[in-house]
């Protein structure tokens, strides 16, 4: 551990000289640290907050993101609005690092993090890069299929004022106004407050969310400070249950939770950061946050099992997640050298309650520590750049409750990361990179989907639990691993750019997702021995003219599980996913079209079932004049009957026959309204 650290540490060159205001607040507005950049060995595309501001209705970030090559979704009220989820590569959310201004999101128990949470929360982003496999180091969860990576928006940008209203089918409303300070006497201000609602597609699925950001800076001679607040809360009709086929082909809005089962979820996010600036060379920047979630949701059971006598029990959960990090940086012509450190605390305390009576079922808490220390280096010798990438990381895991006793569990991990990168002539770039990277498994996947860990005990022939002395006898505390490849080629040219990116990943003890549902609503994973995923990811964008642009983000993945001697493909992974996107400027007014074509995926292990492959277009309609817009949204114009998620239900408790096909259907065509101005 000593030598790790000693290593770790080894690259500190500090080297005291002046500064100027103008060189600080530069360095400090790109986030360098994380973020990677043009000639980086790194697979990765850049969202820009251009691109952002025009496709943003307040939506779910999961179907701005899927835009981009090898990312599906899914919506649980098969709208815009309310909880969703994407994969990358086929790999779910859990898999992915998801950061905000370097503060990890992913809830470190379950390592999921849901946007909904934070409602419209695309209206703070200044620009959101996407890196997929294991990318660059960052704080927080492994990024094993990859990493999303969100950056508010700049406090050095202009003086504005910006006020929006939308509507929309299904009875959508947005309205957000901003107001951004600029920079005056060494203080800037930022702030946004949004209101979302929407009665969602299917029966009794609303969401009725809002939420607050608020950042502020002082501008020093050699340092920033920054504090944010971000601040959301969410109140749904739940949605989460896929519905039999058989349901959805009598009625296409049937919601197969009941209508008493809802949640009310807030959390908070606050950071306090600071940037030194010791040279136009080297800075430092350090973050202390805290992140508060609390909320409550609704189980009712005898919709669950169609049977009367169990009633609705009442799950509240409240969470606390202390966190620090300090990043330091040099660069000059020729190198970029980081190290860096991130720590953090974590404690969830559980209640299961009866909905009635209040009476307490179960009252357990979950607590999880992590540290870790990276030391990164780029290296440019004429056209080549050589990037060495090594991250050391300990967390641990304990479980606390009056029904069995639990011993703390611990995982190492040391997560190299090599890349080289070289610049044709031409503005072109050959990239590959090598990565083995090692995570612990979420609780959600040692515990089988239950936030109570006796639940997964056995039975005895009375149908009582069989509690073992230690409730760690009962899971698989198994790391699981990959090792991850990226070759690719970006090339820019006069009229646009293109990146073809190869991939394959190599895994060990991989959790899966098995095609069966958790009585949470999210889905099971299991653990395999052998996997693989590879394929082609390509991006392109086209300037015919000064009017016309065309935009490429398309995808093909060839994946194999390997189990028992037995071969197929993973769940909810299809082989080909293609966005085709049209957009033509005249004068005031842009038209942009859509197309998304993605294949058939299997929805079981058998790979005897699976999702018809679908193609939807959408369209978009942009006025604006002076300081006003004005857009107009037609979603799946052609009104097509499709699924983007689904399962074969293999739960003997529910009342839902064993083997029945249960989907998550989503809108017909719909349509939205916006207006609004800036000052």
């Not at 929360?121 to 969100?150: F, P």
């Not at 009709?237 to 896929?242: G, I, K, T």
């Not at 959600?444 to 006898?473: E, K, R, S, V, W």
Request: one cysteine or more.
């Amino acid at each position: 551990m000593r030598n790790i650290i000693t290593f770790l540490l080894l690259p500190i060159h500090i080297i005291l000289a002046q500064n100027s205001l103008d060189t600080i607040i530069q360095l400090n507005e790109v986030n360098a640290t994380f973020k990677a950049t043009g000639s980086s060995p790194v697979n990765y595309q850049n969202i820009s907050k251009q691109e952002i501001k025009q496709k943003s209705i307040g939506q779910e970030p999961a179907m701005l993101i899927s835009n981009t090559p090898s990312i599906t979704y899914s919506v649980d009220g098969g709208h815009t609005q309310g909880y969703s989820y994407f994969r990358l590569r086929g790999l779910d959310q859990t898999r992915v690092n998801i950061t905000i201004d370097g503060i990890p999101l992913n809830d470190p128990m379950d390592q999921a993090f849901y946007f909904s949470n934070f409602a419209d929360i695309l209206n703070s982003v200044d620009d959101i890069q996407i890196q997929r496999g294991a990318g660059v180091t960052k704080n927080g969860n492994a990024s094993y299929a990859g990493s999303i990576e969100l950056f508010s928006e700049k406090l050095s940008s202009p003086e504005n004022y910006h006020f929006g209203l939308g509507y929309g089918s299904f009875n959508t409303l947005r309205t957000f106004a901003s107001f951004n300070s600029g920079i005056k006497k060494n203080k800037a201000l930022n702030v946004r407050i949004s209101k979302i609602y929407s009665d969602g597609y299917k029966d009794h699925s609303s969401n009725n969310s809002q939420s607050i950001h608020i950042n502020a800076g002082l501008f020093l001679d050699k340092s920033i400070w920054k504090f944010s607040v971000l601040g959301g809360n969410q109140e749904n009709e739940l949605s989460w249950m896929a519905v039999p086929e058989s349901d959805i082909n009598c009625l296409r809005t049937t919601n197969a939770n009941s209508p008493h089962e809802k949640d009310d979820f807030s959390q908070l996010i606050t950071k306090i950061q600071n940037t030194f600036l010791i040279n136009s060379n080297t800075i430092i920047n350090s973050t202390l946050y805290y992140n508060l979630a609390n909320g409550w949701w609704n189980f009712d059971l005898d919709n669950y099992y169609g049977d009367t006598g169990y009633g609705i029990t009442k799950n509240e959960i409240s969470s606390h997640l202390l966190g620090f990090f300090s990043n330091y940086e040099y660069l000059n012509n020729s190198m970029k050298l980081n190290f860096g450190m991130h720590g953090n605390a974590y404690q969830n305390n559980f209640l299961e309650i009866d909905a009635i009576s209040n009476s307490i079922f179960n009252d357990v808490d979950r607590f999880k520590k992590e540290i870790s220390a990276f030391s990164k280096i780029e290296y440019r010798v004429r056209n080549l750049l050589f990037s060495a990438d090594i991250q050391y990381r300990q967390t641990s895991f304990d479980y606390d409750s009056e029904i069995m006793d639990f011993k703390e569990i611990s995982w190492n991990f040391l997560n190299p990361k090599f890349g080289i990168s070289y610049e044709t002539f031409n503005n072109g770039l050959l990239y590959v990179s090598l990565a083995r990277i090692g995570r612990e498994p979420a609780k959600y996947d040692m515990f089988q989907g239950n936030d109570i860990l006796y639940y997964i005990a056995p039975m005895d022939t009375n149908f009582n639990y069989i509690i073992p002395q230690y409730g760690n006898d009962l899971i698989d505390t198994r790391a699981e691993f990959v090792n991850n490849i990226e070759l690719g080629i970006r090339k820019s040219f006069t009229n646009g750019t293109i990146n073809l990116n190869y991939f394959y990943m190599d895994f060990k003890n991989e959790r899966v997702l098995n095609g069966q549902t958790g009585p949470s609503g999210l889905a099971l994973r299991s653990r395999v021995d052998n996997s693989i995923r590879t394929g082609l990811e390509f991006f392109s964008e086209y300037y015919f003219n000064k009017n016309l642009k065309i935009t490429n983000n398309s995808s093909y993945n060839y994946s194999k599980v390997l189990q028992d001697e037995i071969e197929f493909i993973p769940i909810l992974t299809p082989k080909l996913i293609i966005n085709q996107e049209f957009s033509y400027s005249l004068k005031n007014f842009t038209i942009n079209l859509s197309a998304r074509y993605q294949s058939q995926s299997y929805i079981n292990f058998e790979n005897s079932e699976s999702l018809n492959d679908y193609f939807i277009i959408n369209g978009r309609i942009d006025y604006k004049f002076k300081n006003y817009f004005a857009s107009f949204f037609v979603n799946n114009i052609t009104d097509n009957y499709y699924f983007n998620n689904g399962s074969i239900n293999s739960d003997s408790w529910d009342y839902i026959p064993d083997g029945t096909r249960t989907l998550y259907v989503q809108a017909p065509r719909n349509l939205y309204v916006s207006i609004g101005c800036n000052f």
